[in-house]
């Protein structure tokens, strides 16, 4: 469909190449899909698709003409673009056009970026946050009742309709009746908050949540990231990549080494060693422990299915797959693991409610010991 890569996403992209190739295309399509999943790079990717004025045999944007090199710049003139934004100065009103050429420099660098990423960008103080006015609602019914420029098409991106408030009524009209060959592509995260008078006027396309192997490949790819780094936040980014970048630039410590210094206290029941484990990682801010703790989960994780699976080449970088491979010769039965998986995630509870570092992490450290014995220990 498109000429840049689109991860992931292979569902969405073929429901809207079918709705084109069917001849139904529908003149506004509501593309849902969680934070960091990639809502706006498949909407422009999709544009890009319909404006292309050699679209090939593949069903693919050439990547090449006229129309792509504009599109893939943010400058195709009958590609408009609706963002939150706040006013830049006092008596401005507010305005996606204020902001278009931070918008464009922000999503070639951070096309995955979050919407508080975007509004951080621009100078947002204080979790100010962004809106659509009306204003600007009543500026896209003219700028769409105006003929394509260029194009086949007028296609009108509304990156997060959630921020359109009751403001969205006044496009109402413009989205059942649009002008010919008028395309919406509105990109959202959660359909609460987008007017019910909106989405019943629209067509849904879901976005599926991002695997781990696609979040890798971006990091990798789109955000030149190391194999070993995109590996572990990966891993970590609950399927957004914007989350994602966030674990990379907190996780500056080396935590297979933290991880490896753990167990080995825990296995030789070497309360010195925990001792001056647990000092060492309660220091880490709350975010950074309860990550630490969900890498630990992901390690132990890897070590059951290699321990279980002849074979089984785990998606971690070299140095975390050496040691998942060195732990998985303990041969531990699946109980204690899932035992010891199950420690953690109560840890990762009491951190995440901020409970004491300390306690918390001692208390787990003896309760693996006791797993590990096969016994419990009473809470
Ligand atoms: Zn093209």
Redesign the pocket.
């Known amino acids: 469909m498109q000429?840049q890569a689109i991860y992931g996403q292979e569902k969405a992209q073929s429901d809207l190449l079918n709705f084109y190739q069917s001849g139904h295309l529908p003149h506004a399509i509501l593309m849902l899909g969680k934070e960091g999943s990639g809502g706006l790079p498949l909407a422009i990717s999709f544009a890009?698709f319909l404006?292309?004025?050699?679209?090939g045999a593949q069903a693919e944007?050439?990547?090449?003409?006229?129309?792509?090199?504009k599109t893939k710049a943010l400058v195709h003139p009958d590609l408009h673009f609706t963002f939150p934004s706040f006013p830049p100065k006092p008596g401005v009103k507010t305005n996606s056009k204020n902001f278009i050429r931070e918008f464009r420099e922000f999503f070639t660098k951070h096309p995955y970026g979050s919407v508080t990423d975007w509004l951080e960008s621009i100078g947002a103080k204080d979790r100010q946050s962004g809106n659509i006015s009306a204003e600007e609602c009543k500026e896209m019914i003219e700028t769409l009742s105006l003929k394509a420029m260029e194009g086949a098409y007028k296609i009108q991106i509304v990156w997060r309709p959630e921020y359109l408030g009751k403001e969205g009524n006044i496009l109402l009209k413009l989205i059942e009746e649009p002008p010919s060959n008028t395309i919406f592509l509105l990109v959202a995260e959660q359909t609460d908050s987008v007017l019910e008078t909106i989405l019943s006027r629209t067509q849904l396309v879901r976005l599926q949540p991002m695997a781990d192997e696609a979040i890798r490949e971006i990091l990798q790819n789109v955000y030149q990231v190391s194999e070993q780094d995109a590996a572990r936040a990966a891993v970590l980014s609950e399927g957004n990549v914007a989350h994602a970048l966030t674990v990379l630039q907190e996780n500056e410590s080396d935590w297979l080494q933290l991880i490896k210094d753990w167990f080995n206290g825990v296995f030789t029941y070497n309360g010195n060693l925990i001792g001056k484990w647990v000092d060492q990682v309660s220091k880490l801010p709350t975010v950074q422990l309860k990550n630490f703790l969900m890498y630990a989960q992901q390690l132990l994780g890897h070590t059951l299915r290699m321990s279980m699976i002849p074979g089984y080449q785990p998606a971690l970088s070299a140095a975390d797959a050496q040691f998942v491979q060195k732990l998985a010769t303990r041969q531990f039965n699946y109980q204690t693991i899932n035992q010891m998986d199950n420690l953690i995630g109560t840890a990762v509870y009491h951190v995440e409610r901020n409970a004491n570092a300390k306690v918390v992490l001692l208390h787990l450290s003896v309760a693996m010991q006791y797993a590990l014995k096969g016994t419990k220990l009473s809470a």
């Not at 404006?51 to 679209?55: A, G, V």
């Open positions: 000429a890009q404006l292309c004025e050699q679209k944007a050439c990547g090449q003409c006229a129309a792509c090199l």
